[in-house]
C-alpha cells in the first residue's frame, strides 16, 4: 500500500506559493460521540522531508490503515506537518445543530486552528461557512489529495483514543471497539442500559 500522490499541492505552490489546507472529519455517522475535524498544513518549500514521509509512511484515506500502522503515520505528520488543528462537537450539540453543521463548525474550528492561511481543500461537497479562506471542495478527498488524507488520519487517531477513553467512563457500552458506531453489540447495549450522556439523541431510533 502506497501513500497519495502529493503532485496536486507541490504544483500548487510551485506555482502560486500557496500553501494548501486539507481538512477532513471522521465520526459524522456514528451513534455516540463527537463528530472531529482535522487540518493539516505542510510546508510545500520542504519537498525532499515530506517526500521521506509518503515513503516511510502511508498517507491516504484513515479508513484503510488498521490502528497501529494509523497511529504511527499520525505520530510522523505531527513531527512534519507546519500546523495541525482538531476540533470536535459534542453530541449535545450535534443535536441541537444537527450532524451536517456540527460537521462544518468542526472543520472551521480545525482550519482557524491552524493560525495559518492558505488555500483549504475540504473533502466532500460542502464549502466550509464563514471562514475567511479560498476553498475547493473535493469529493473523495481523502482518497486523492495528500493533506485531506493527512487530515483524516490525525482526526480519526484522535477519536478512537478518545472513545476508548470514554470506554472507561461509560462502561458497558464497548465504544474501544465500535468506537461509537452502530454495530449490533452497541445498539444491544442501548437497549439494555439505555442512552448515556455521549450518545446522539436524535441518531437513535431503537
Known amino acids: 500500500m502506497q501513500s ?5 499541492e507541490f504544483n500548487l ?9 486539507g481538512v477532513d472529519e ?3 455517522g456514528c451513534l455516540a460521540g463527537p463528530v472531529v475535524a482535522g487540518a493539516v498544513i505542510f510546508d510545500w518549500s520542504k ?13 491516504r484515506d484513515s479508513k484503510t490503515l488498521s490502528r497501529e500502522r494509523r497511529r504511527g503515520t499520525a505520530e510522523a505528520i505531527r513531527n512534519i506537518a507546519l500546523a495541525i488543528g482538531i476540533a470536535e462537537i459534542d ?5 441541537e445543530i444537527n450532524i451536517l453543521q456540527a460537521t462544518l463548525k468542526a472543520m472551521r474550528s480545525a482550519v482557524e486552528g491552524l493560525g495559518r492561511s492558505g488555500t483549504v481543500l475540504v473533502d466532500g461537497n460542502q464549502r466550509i461557512p ?3 479562506l479560498p476553498q475547493e ?12 488524507a493527512a487530515a483524516s488520519i490525525i482526526a480519526k487517531e484522535y477519536r478512537d483514543t478518545l472513545m476508548e477513553q470514554c470506554d472507561l467512563e461509560f462502561p458497558g457500552y464497548d465504544f474501544s471497539s465500535h468506537k461509537g458506531y452502530g454495530t449490533k453489540v452497541h445498539q444491544a447495549a442501548i437497549r439494555l442500559l439505555g442512552l448515556s450522556p455521549i450518545h446522539r439523541k436524535t441518531f437513535w431510533h431503537g
Not at 497519495?4 to 496536486?8: H, M, W
Not at 471542495?137 to 485531506?148: H, L
Open 91 to 95: 453530541a449535545k450539540e450535534i443535536d
Open 13 to 21: 505552490w510551485n506555482v502560486s506559493r500557496v500553501f494548501s489546507i
Open 130 to 132: 464563514l471562514l475567511d
Open 4 to 8: 497519495l500522490s502529493f503532485d496536486y
Open 47 to 59: 519537498a525532499d522531508e515530506i517526500r521521506d514521509l509518503a515513503d516511510q509512511f502511508v498517507i
Open 137 to 148: 471542495t473535493i469529493i473523495g478527498g481523502d482518497g486523492k489529495i495528500f493533506s485531506i
Open 26 to 28: 471522521v465520526g459524522r
